[in-house]
């Protein structure tokens, strides 16, 4: 049974950081391409970073560029985004998704707030 379960939201002042954790069961996450997007209030949900399989290439939506940064740890099935300098317009519910053609297999979002 394929699950992937985020964790690391949570309120942050203008600035600071924080790491989101997404951790997959059912597949082994080296083969397949993973993303983290996002869903604003009132806004479609948009793509914020995403890796090939084996990390050949890396997008970052300009507005997260120079701040965000995507890994993953392939011994522990856990893929990361580790956000920096962030700012109110960054808040969101954060989702991770693993690609795993014709299947897209979602986790059920962490919410980032930021807010002084």
């Known amino acids: 049974q394929v699950q992937l379960v985020e964790s690391g939201g949570g309120l942050v002042q203008p600035g600071g950081s924080l790491r989101l954790s997404c951790v997959v069961s059912?597949?082994?996450?080296?083969?397949?391409?993973i993303g983290w997007f996002r869903q604003a209030p009132g806004k479609e949900r948009e793509g914020v970073s995403c890796?090939?399989?084996?990390?050949?290439?890396?997008y970052y939506a300009d507005s997260v560029k120079g701040r965000f940064a995507i890994s993953r740890d392939n011994p522990r099935n856990t893929m990361y985004l580790q956000m920096s300098s962030l700012k109110p317009e960054d808040t969101a519910v954060y989702y991770c998704?693993?690609?795993?053609?014709?299947?897209?297999?979602w986790g059920q979002g962490t919410q980032v707030t930021v807010s002084s």
């Open positions: 998704r693993v690609q795993a053609a014709p299947m897209h297999y």
């Open positions: 890796v090939s399989a084996g990390d050949v290439s890396t």
């Open positions: 059912g597949f082994t996450l080296d083969y397949y391409a």
